[in-house]
Structure formats: C-alpha cells, structure tokens
C-alpha cells in the first residue's frame, strides 16, 4: 500500500512507520503546523500538493494514517476521496465527538471496547475496535543489549515503580471547582471515595448511583465554551472530571501506601506534588529509558487512567514487552487478553494490589517465570506488525 502517514511528533509514531514498511507498505509522511485540528488553506495546500503529485506521478495513496482521530483530515480525505485510518491511543479523546466521525472515508480504531461499543451504538459505523501495540523487534533488541550489560543477568536497579502523570496539577479539573453546593459536593466526594476501592468498576455510569439529576446540577455550576465544531457530550465530560480525580486519588493513595512499605520510585511529567517516602525520578523517554526502567524493577504498576472502562492501557504493553514483571489493576480486557498469575497479575482493590506487591518481592522465582511469560505474549501478540495487518487491511 501507499500510505500518507500524518505525523504529529507523536511518541510511538517512529515505531508504528517501522512496522508499515516491514509489512512491505510505502510511506509518505505529511506535517502541518500546530494548528492540525484545523484544516486552513495552508494545510490543504499542503495536503493538496501532496496528492496531486502522487496523481502526477501515475500512482495514488491507498490511505491517509494518524495516531488519534483529527476531525480535519477526515473531512479533506472526504474532498479527495482517500480512505482516512486513525488509530486512536488516547482516552478520553473528544475529537471523537465530531459529526465528522461519520464520514465514509473513515476507519477509526479505539483501544476500548466499552467506547468502541458506545460510538457504534450511536450509529457511528466508522468505528472499530482494536488493542494498541508495541515495536516487538525493536524492544526484543533492547533486552538482549541491557541483559548483556550484566552477562545474561538481569540486575533491578528499584523494587516497586510507577512511571505515568499523577494528574494533580492544573489537569485535575475537579479539584479547580471550588463553587458546588456543598450537598453536591459532599454526594461526588463521596462517590469518588467509592469508587476508588473498586477497580473494573466504573460506578458513575451507573444512573441508579450517578442519576442524570446531579449531573444535571453539576452542569449548571460547571461551564463549557461550545464552539460548535464538535457535538461533546458535556454530561460524559462531567463524569469523566470525576474519573479523573479518582485517578488522582487512588494513584497517590497506593503509591503513599507503597512507599511506606517497600523501596518505591515514580517517573513522572514535572510538576507532581511529592509523595512521602516515594522517590520521583521525573520524566522517561518512552523510545529509550523506559524499556530499561520496566526491566530493571522487580515490581512494575499499571493504575488505569479511571476514563479507561475496558480497555488495555498502552502501559500494560509497554512493561510486558519490556520483559517487566507487571501487577496491574482489573480492567475487563486485560483480564480477557492475559492469563491471571501466568502473565501478570491482577489485583481487585488497592489493598489486594499492595498485598501481592509483598508476596512477589519475597518470591523471586515465580516473579521471573511469571516476566518471561508475560513478554512472549505481548511480542508475540501486541506487535505493531501483528496490528497493522489487520487495521490496514480490513
């Protein structure tokens, strides 16, 4: 296939056009300025040129790709008749709420069943569901060199780590709203509280327990600027607020339990408040370090991002593939894609998960068994190839 490849600096895009041209498909790569989401006339000059020079040139472009949907290139695929494939890593992702979404040129991939099911529902055809991958080869390369550094060993430089955002700086929107009622305010604290003991779950979804009415009133305190480009659904950005906080919670809350238990690190984005007795080691480069992180500690976390309902976070890959040894929180996918104590482990509820934090710190052996399995099913299985055959070409 010819592929116009939109690239957008985004992190995983080198190992995604890696993988394209092993399955034998030629790439183009195509940029626009900061303002993407918008197609303005310099853009679609860009866009333009591009495609009648390949008309020109007696061949055509079988598809234009993105990471994450961009409502634009939909719409200028739709002009040029051009299949548009986006595949979409982010969640929430309110580009989705375009009417633009229904174009026919599209075939979107989101990594959530819940959402794709969701989206489908609202007769959005265009959308499908597909897991998110890793760059086999690549990873496979970098075990083999960090193992060899140590003659074959692996040496773990933590014991406990957490490598993702802690949201709790100026994108923990809850914690901004300083002027609910203090009924309202004191049912969703309450709720949040709830929810962050039960991990699958996702109690705002439920009406009998977050009915329509209080969101209602949450909305009337709590504004949006509506600039007509997308039909967001205000009511699910609400509740995606509250998820968020959640996550801020309970990542701070397990960590801070963590950390007074075991040697626990963090590799976060600047700007976190510090955690007592968690030592925060700042950003990791995703192509580099952190395959080296995953690795070299006993224990790595995944605590899902609480908008996540179904899916498999790319993190729980990303450790997998690593050759790190993974205790994750349930999500219903990861539970449908992995075997229970033979790939990763499972944990239910925060104190499940601390719990067998200890029990396999103290457990060497099966820790490892457990690593070695977990990296042959997310090579063998989550391999940007592997995915591409199918989203290329169904």
Not at 58 to 70: A, L, R
Not at 296 to 305: A, E, R, V, Y
């Amino acid at each position: 296939m010819n592929i116009l490849y939109f690239d957008w600096n985004e992190f995983n895009g080198a190992d995604c056009r890696d993988a394209m041209e092993k399955l034998g498909h030629q790439i183009d790569i195509i940029r626009f300025d900061n303002s993407y989401y918008e197609m303005n006339t310099r853009n679609l000059t860009i866009f333009a040129d591009k495609v009648i020079k390949k008309l020109e040139e007696g061949k055509y472009y079988d598809c234009v790709f993105s990471f994450d949907y961009v409502p634009a290139l939909s719409d200028v695929c739709q002009v040029f008749e051009v299949p548009y494939i986006s595949w979409v890593f982010d969640c929430p992702h309110y580009t989705l709420d375009s009417h633009t979404l229904s174009n026919p040129v599209n075939r979107v991939y989101v990594f959530d069943r819940i959402l794709c099911e969701t989206l489908r529902k609202k007769g959005y055809d265009t959308v499908f569901h597909s897991t998110l991958a890793v760059n086999s080869q690549r990873l496979e390369k970098i075990c083999q060199e960090l193992d060899a550094e140590s003659d074959g060993r692996i040496v773990y430089q933590h014991d406990v780590c957490f490598l993702g955002s802690l949201y709790d700086n100026e994108f923990n929107y809850y914690d901004r709203v300083k002027y609910l009622p203090p009924e309202l305010k004191g049912y969703t604290d309450a709720l949040i509280k709830a929810q962050e003991s039960l991990f699958g779950t996702d109690l705002f979804s439920e009406p009998g327990i977050m009915p329509y009415e209080k969101i209602k009133k949450m909305r009337e305190y709590i504004k949006f600027e509506d600039t007509g480009q997308y039909e967001i659904d205000y009511d699910n950005v609400i509740l995606d607020f509250l998820r968020k906080k959640v996550t801020v919670n309970e990542r701070r809350n397990i960590l801070t339990e963590m950390g007074k238990k075991f040697d626990t690190v963090l590799y976060t984005p600047p700007g976190a408040r510090p955690i007592e007795n968690v030592c925060n080691l700042g950003f990791c480069d995703y192509m580099t370090k952190m395959p080296r992180v995953f690795r070299k500690s006993k224990i790595n976390l995944n605590i899902t991002l609480r908008s996540i309902l179904s899916g498999i976070p790319l993190r729980v890959v990303d450790v997998l593939a690593a050759g790190g040894f993974l205790i994750t929180n349930y999500q219903a996918e990861i539970a449908e894609y992995f075997i229970d104590g033979e790939e990763l482990i499972i944990a239910y509820s925060p104190e499940d998960m601390i719990e067998k934090t200890a029990y396999y710190l103290e457990h060497d052996d099966e820790r490892k068994v457990i690593a070695v399995r977990g990296q042959e099913k997310a090579l063998r299985d989550f391999s940007y190839t592997k995915a591409l055959e199918k989203i290329l070409g169904e």
